[in-house]
């Protein structure tokens, strides 16, 4: 188990659990962030700190900060 910032582009992850403070989980799980999805970066900012991620057909920028306490199983 890694944490979904240490995908690089091109891996698959499936989320196993999310250790965000209560605000930033609820925005995860409303964009479909839920234990058991498959999400897989794809993109990188320029200035490295936000990662685009392809998501349930959706692609979402979430801040690197924030994919760290993103905790998934590689696949």
Same mark, same amino acid.
């Not at 965000?20 to 970066?41: F, H, T």
């Not at 979402?60 to 998934?72: F, L, P, Y």
């Given at each position: 188990?890694? &944490?979904?910032? %240490?995908?690089?582009?091109?891996?698959?992850?499936?989320?196993?659990?999310? +250790?965000?403070?209560?605000? #930033?989980? @609820?925005?995860?799980? $409303?964009?479909?962030?839920?234990?058991? &999805?498959?999400?897989? *970066?794809?993109? #990188?900012? *320029?200035?490295? %700190?936000?990662?685009?991620?392809? #998501?349930?057909?959706?692609?979402?920028?979430? @801040?690197?900060? $924030?994919?760290?306490?993103?905790?998934?199983? +590689?696949?």
């Amino acid at each position: 188990m890694k &944490s979904l910032n %240490d995908l690089k582009l091109g891996e698959a992850g499936k989320v196993i659990k999310t +250790e965000a403070s209560q605000n #930033i989980r @609820r925005r995860l799980l $409303d964009i479909g962030l839920v234990k058991g &999805s498959i999400v897989k *970066p794809v993109l #990188i900012s *320029p200035g490295g %700190d936000m990662v685009a991620y392809q #998501i349930k057909g959706a692609v979402v920028a979430i @801040r690197k900060n $924030d994919t760290k306490k993103i905790m998934v199983e +590689e696949i």
